[in-house]
């Protein structure tokens, strides 16, 4: 479609103008920057965007089940809107490329109520002791220095932010990787 092309900065795909993106679609369109989809859109083909060396952002939609593994090579700028637990969210931590959740959760926001506060520490403390079990994106939202597990540091963490200690966490922030 558009491979190899030097004046293209933008792409948007609008409900209905396209249910996958083919393989190399934008094959090195080394002026692309940002790529924004509606909800039509299911699949991202073989180094669709491949190449494209200044492509900073593309916000994937819950609608795309498959996205090929080269899709994506060579964009050393890039970073995904992705979805919690969606395919765009796997294929990021798959492949070590930086995200932002449109989910809209922040960092800390355990019980996921929109809010971080003290409720958030106690949910987290209700999980390590095994009376409650957090799951999902809320999970996430309580691995607050961001190593991997959930445990009594990231409470104590949480704790010291909600004291105004300054901490290096971003705490209240969007949660992104």
């Not at 799951?135 to 190593?147: E, K, M, P, S, Y």
Request: proline share 3%; charged share 20%.
């Amino acid at each position: 479609m558009f491979d190899g092309c030097t004046s293209l900065y933008e792409v948007r795909f609008r409900d209905g103008s396209a249910a996958q993106i083919p393989a190399q679609a934008f094959f090195e369109c080394a002026s692309l920057e940002t790529v924004l989809f509606e909800n039509d859109v299911t699949s991202i083909g073989n180094r669709a965007f491949s190449g494209c060396t200044s492509l900073e952002y593309v916000e994937i939609p819950k609608s795309v089940t498959t996205i090929a593994a080269s899709a994506f090579d060579n964009c050393p700028a890039l970073t995904l809107g992705v979805w919690y637990g969606s395919c765009a969210y796997d294929y990021a931590k798959q492949n070590h490329i930086p995200y932002v959740l449109l989910d809209g959760v922040s960092l800390g926001d355990a019980n996921g109520d929109g809010y971080v506060n003290i409720n958030d520490v106690t949910a987290i403390q209700r999980h390590l002791s095994e009376l409650e079990a957090l799951q999902g994106i809320c999970l996430l939202a309580a691995d607050v220095n961001q190593n991997g597990t959930q445990e009594i540091d990231d409470a104590t963490h949480l704790q010291a932010y909600l004291a105004e200690y300054d901490i290096p966490d971003p705490i209240g922030e969007v949660i992104t990787q």
